[in-house]
């Protein structure tokens, strides 16, 4: 990347030491993995840096409490989020002992809702959308004279969120690459001005959502760029706007910016579950999506990936589960026409059963997308695979069984 405007103030290595030592006792040193399992599916030696294991769940608390750790006795606080941040701020404000009053969607999660509310801040359910409950806190602050926190855009934010790069690079020195999920930028720029300080020949990896890939765009434009809207499953990322600060430090220290699929993000995230016991998030997934799908470079060389949280909403969990076994062909979805008799279904599932496949939901009926004859009937079936190649080879013995597939 390029340097950064010379009118941008970037963070040093003496910024993010000089965090660590106010966030001493404040956050957890969270634990480094090395799962030899998942280091064999991506081809190169793992470290997965456990930030959903940080106090409130995400690395977020840190950059929260170093930007509030400066503001005098008895300020008031606000904040606009839904979710991660709104719980850094919380907590650390009731930890600086100040008020602090955090603006949330109506739509936010009623779990992240209730512990925002549980760290001490009182919320307030403000539009329909973060950017109706960003206007709100915003006026509120100008309104109350509060302190508006933002959750990137801040030097002391961004300095907080360099010590998780402190840490990473005293608990793994081998690391060659350190691959880091992008939203606003903040955690990023933060590790990456920590990384190249004190490892210059680290590369630093940047991974956004390709429905919500505003700092490559931004990178590309030479200015942050507004997206005119996100689509993506990991909603802790789904940032439309990067600022000028984060931009600089992307610009400064970032080596690359690549983009994952919500398909390769919940492949990540069922492995973390499956294979490292790990809970986490779609956003704090993206970083190992990135290198399943080999996009981050620095050859076989060891690399660490940053799980950057783990408050993912136990009503959602199910489903991002089911999502990611798709994803990864645990699950395949057919539909069969067969003649309209009687044990017709029983012979399909005698086939099955034959095949050694577990029937997960079956559907069956005599209307159907296309037209089916008067004497005929459509089966839709879901059934428990080990991958997209035992997926084909199902397929084909069903066929070859003489049914007829649709789609």
């Not at 840490?167 to 990023?188: K, S």
């Not at 069969?336 to 997960?360: E, F, Q, T, Y």
Request: net charge negative; charged share 20%; hydrophobic share 45%.
């Amino acid at each position: 990347m390029s340097s950064s405007p010379p009118d941008v103030a970037l963070t040093t290595l003496d910024d993010v030491k000089a965090a660590a030592q106010i966030l001493d006792g404040v956050t957890r040193i969270t634990p480094v993995l090395r799962p030899v399992n998942l280091s064999a599916i991506a081809g190169r030696p793992l470290v997965l840096k456990c930030e959903n294991l940080q106090r409130t769940g995400s690395f977020k608390l840190r950059g929260a409490y170093r930007r509030i750790s400066e503001l005098p006795a008895g300020s008031a606080v606000v904040t606009a989020s839904a979710g991660n941040h709104a719980q850094g701020v919380a907590l650390a404000s009731t930890m600086c002992k100040l008020k602090s009053t955090v603006f949330m969607p109506s739509t936010a999660a009623l779990p992240k809702v209730q512990a925002t509310r549980n760290y001490g801040a009182e919320v307030v359910l403000e539009g329909a959308s973060f950017e109706d409950a960003g206007a709100a806190a915003r006026a509120y602050a100008e309104r109350e004279s509060a302190v508006f926190v933002p959750a990137f855009d801040d030097p002391f934010v961004i300095a907080g969120q360099g010590t998780v790069g402190l840490e990473l690079a005293e608990q793994a020195p081998e690391v060659e690459t350190v691959v880091v999920p992008v939203g606003g930028g903040g955690l990023a720029g933060g590790i990456a001005a920590a990384m190249k300080a004190l490892r210059p020949g680290c590369r630093v990896v940047g991974v956004e959502p390709a429905g919500a890939a505003d700092m490559e765009l931004s990178l590309q434009a030479g200015e942050p760029v507004a997206l005119d809207r996100v689509d993506t499953i990991a909603d802790g990322i789904a940032v439309k706007k990067v600022s000028e600060l984060t931009l600089a430090h992307a610009r400064a220290f970032v080596d690359d910016i690549v983009t994952v699929t919500d398909e390769e993000i919940a492949r990540a995230l069922v492995l973390l579950l499956e294979r490292a016991k790990q809970v986490v998030e779609p956003a704090s997934a993206a970083g190992l999506a990135a290198v399943l799908a080999d996009t981050v470079g620095g050859d076989d060389g060891p690399v660490g990936v940053v799980l950057s949280g783990g408050n993912v909403d136990p009503s959602l969990i199910g489903r991002l589960i089911d999502f990611g076994l798709t994803a990864v062909g645990r699950y395949l979805m057919l539909r069969v026409v067969l003649d309209d008799r009687p044990g017709a279904l029983h012979s399909l599932l005698g086939v099955i059963a034959d095949l050694g496949l577990n029937v997960v939901e079956i559907d069956h009926h005599r209307t159907g997308v296309v037209p089916l004859a008067v004497d005929e009937v459509e089966v839709l079936l879901a059934l428990e695979t080990r991958d997209r190649a035992h997926q084909e080879e199902t397929r084909q013995k069903i066929a070859a069984a003489g049914y007829r597939i649709l789609g």
